[in-house]
Each structure stands twice: as structure tokens, then as C-alpha cells.
């Protein structure tokens, strides 16, 4: 299945004037949340320690009451800017996907320039740095979990592809209206987690309420819809991020005129946990 050419939102900053209404879109509750592409202001930036000249916006974090698996960061890396020891967490994973620029990723000694569209798994434990070597901002999306490793099952592979490498694989019975890009297989037991980018045409829905174990997180790259959350309908669009707890229903309209497209984030191939966070055992 070909695809066309695709444009990632992504959030530059600024500040609303003091003529711009309060009131929003942005919305928090027990089973879901949005935060609106117009909540990506500067003053909801934050910094990290051994990046330089870098922002960020972390748009999910693991908390009581909201997200329980996994960390997103939306980056913003100035030119010259990076990191050489980016993850300070043992056992955790990554993925990176860019929006904007050009980012060169060093990943166990091999350099890969990325462009708009790259897509990098990041295993735990694995040497890698990031630098933005050219004249322009570079934006991506850092998402980040613990790995939970399985006696006698290799954690995966580190690997660099893109948007553009991966056809997208259409859901059964929907005549390519709704179609998913899948960077790593699905049946791969080593992975424990999956982000993909789900793609709806104009008119595309997912016909009934998803509720399932798996956590969402939603970033919507392109387009427009009308997202089912629980008991409400949200409109969203480019820029828009959504955390969607486990088993809370949802469904999508994509009303058009162009495609519908998300960056997707949900935990995979693991037993539930009986005791830690999130567990009723000790």
C-alpha cells in the first residue's frame, strides 16, 4: 500500500496574547486525558539534565491516577544541541520519532542522520547519543518505558527505520480506509511495548468501543476527527496529545478532508502484575 507524502505536526512554542480566551479543550479525568496542541506554550517547557540547548514538553509521565507504563517527551534540540549520555535510567527502553529537522543519532557506534519520519528503537541498555548537527531545530518524540524482561527471552534488537520504509498494513474489512504502520512484528514476544502510526482516510472509523488492557497514548501527527473518550466525543487535531487509561472505551470518526494520522503508544505480551504499582499484592 503506498503512502503519500506525510507533514508531522509539531509545536514550536510561544505565548497566546492576552486578548485569547482561557477557556480551552483541555480536558483530565479518571480515564482519560487531552492536552491540546494550544497547551504547548513556552511556559510549560522544562529542561534536562546532560542535554544542552534543549527543551522539552512532558506530555506523560508515570503518576498515580495517570499514566502507569510509560514516559513521552516531546523534544525540541537547538543546533548544536544534544546529549551524549541521553538516558539516565537502568533497564529502560526507547523509542525516537522525528517531526522536524534532522537529529543524527549515534546507536551502538553507528551514526544515522534521521529526517522527518525516522523512527529509532532504543533497547535497554544500549549506547547511544543524539546531536543536532544542521542550522535548524530538530523536534521528535522520546517515548520511554521500563523494560520487563522474560527468562529466556532476548530483549530486542536495536534498529533505525522510518515512516517511509514501513507500508502500512490495512485493518480486515475496512478497504484500506484504516491502516496501521507497524515497526516491529507483532507476534515478537521480545517486545514489550509497540508504537506505531495508525492512519485513518477520510470517512475511516473504528467501528465499535476499543476496551482493552493496553494504555494509550495518542499524539496526532496529521489531520482531524472525532475521538471517542469514555462517555464523551473530543474533537482533536494536529498537535493534540491523548492519554487513554486501560479499558477505557474508545472509538474514531476521521470526517476528512485529508487523512487522519497518530503517533500511538500501547504495552504489549506481558502477565499482568500481581504486586508493585498498580497491584493489589505487596
Same mark, same amino acid.
Request: with cysteine; hydrophobic share 35%.
Given at each position: 500500500? +503506498?503512502?503519500? $507524502?506525510?507533514?508531522?505536526?509539531?509545536?514550536?512554542?510561544?505565548?497566546? !496574547?492576552?486578548?485569547?480566551?482561557?477557556?480551552?479543550? %483541555?480536558?483530565?479525568?479518571?480515564?482519560?486525558?487531552?492536552?491540546?496542541?494550544?497547551?504547548? +506554550?513556552?511556559?510549560?517547557?522544562?529542561?534536562?539534565?546532560?542535554?544542552? *540547548?534543549?527543551?522539552?514538553?512532558?506530555?506523560?509521565?508515570?503518576?498515580?491516577?495517570?499514566? #502507569?507504563?510509560?514516559?513521552?517527551?516531546?523534544?525540541?534540540?537547538?543546533?548544536?544541541?544534544? +546529549? *551524549?549520555?541521553?538516558?539516565?535510567?537502568?533497564?529502560?527502553?526507547?523509542?525516537?520519532?522525528?517531526?522536524?529537522?534532522?537529529?543524527?543519532?549515534? =546507536?551502538?557506534?553507528?551514526? @544515522?542522520?534521521?529526517?522527518?519520519?525516522?523512527?529509532?528503537?532504543?533497547?535497554?541498555? +544500549?549506547?547511544?547519543?543524539?546531536?543536532?548537527?544542521?542550522?535548524?531545530?530538530?523536534?521528535? @518524540?522520546?517515548?520511554?518505558?521500563?523494560?520487563? /524482561?522474560? !527468562?529466556?527471552?532476548?530483549? /530486542?534488537?536495536?534498529?533505525?527505520?522510518?515512516?517511509?520504509? &514501513?507500508?502500512?498494513?490495512?485493518?480486515?474489512?475496512?478497504?484500506?480506509?484504516?491502516?496501521?504502520?507497524?515497526? &516491529?512484528? !507483532?507476534?515478537?514476544?521480545?517486545?514489550?511495548?509497540?508504537?506505531?502510526?495508525?492512519?485513518?482516510?477520510?470517512?475511516?472509523?473504528? !467501528?465499535? #468501543?476499543?476496551? @482493552?488492557?493496553?494504555?494509550?497514548?495518542?499524539?496526532?501527527?496529521?489531520?482531524?476527527?472525532?475521538?471517542? =473518550?469514555?462517555? *464523551?466525543?473530543? #474533537?482533536? #487535531?494536529?498537535? *493534540?496529545?491523548?492519554?487513554?487509561? %486501560?479499558?477505557? $472505551?474508545?472509538?474514531?470518526?476521521?470526517?476528512?478532508?485529508?487523512?487522519?494520522?497518530?503517533?500511538?503508544?500501547?504495552?504489549?505480551?506481558?502477565?499482568?502484575?500481581?504486586?508493585?504499582?498498580?497491584?493489589?499484592?505487596?
Amino acid at each position: 500500500m +503506498s503512502k503519500p $507524502p506525510s507533514t508531522y505536526y509539531a509545536p514550536h512554542g510561544g505565548l497566546p !496574547p492576552q486578548t485569547s480566551l482561557m477557556t480551552g479543550r %483541555a480536558v483530565f479525568t479518571e480515564a482519560y486525558c487531552v492536552i491540546p496542541k494550544g497547551c504547548f +506554550s513556552d511556559i510549560v517547557t522544562s529542561f534536562l539534565p546532560g542535554w544542552t *540547548d534543549t527543551r522539552m514538553w512532558l506530555i506523560a509521565r508515570p503518576m498515580s491516577g495517570f499514566s #502507569e507504563t510509560f514516559s513521552q517527551y516531546v523534544m525540541e534540540v537547538a543546533p548544536g544541541g544534544g +546529549s *551524549d549520555k541521553p538516558e539516565p535510567e537502568a533497564g529502560a527502553e526507547g523509542v525516537i520519532f522525528v517531526t522536524e529537522g534532522a537529529p543524527t543519532l549515534t =546507536l551502538e557506534g553507528v551514526r @544515522h542522520d534521521l529526517e522527518p519520519g525516522g523512527f529509532a528503537y532504543l533497547p535497554p541498555g +544500549s549506547a547511544w547519543t543524539l546531536r543536532n548537527k544542521s542550522k535548524v531545530p530538530a523536534r521528535f @518524540h522520546w517515548i520511554r518505558k521500563l523494560y520487563e /524482561p522474560v !527468562p529466556g527471552l532476548p530483549a /530486542p534488537k536495536a534498529f533505525v527505520t522510518s515512516d517511509r520504509a &514501513v507500508d502500512p498494513a490495512p485493518m480486515p474489512d475496512t478497504e484500506g480506509r484504516w491502516a496501521t504502520t507497524r515497526f &516491529v512484528d !507483532p507476534a515478537d514476544l521480545a517486545h514489550d511495548m509497540h508504537v506505531t502510526i495508525v492512519t485513518f482516510q477520510p470517512g475511516g472509523v473504528i !467501528p465499535f #468501543e476499543e476496551t @482493552h488492557v493496553m494504555e494509550h497514548g495518542l499524539y496526532v501527527l496529521e489531520g482531524k476527527a472525532v475521538y471517542k =473518550l469514555n462517555q *464523551d466525543w473530543v #474533537e482533536v #487535531e494536529a498537535g *493534540d496529545f491523548m492519554w487513554l487509561r %486501560a479499558y477505557c $472505551p474508545q472509538a474514531c470518526y476521521a470526517a476528512g478532508p485529508g487523512p487522519f494520522r497518530y503517533l500511538l503508544y500501547k504495552d504489549v505480551n506481558r502477565h499482568a502484575r500481581l504486586r508493585g504499582t498498580g497491584a493489589f499484592g505487596r
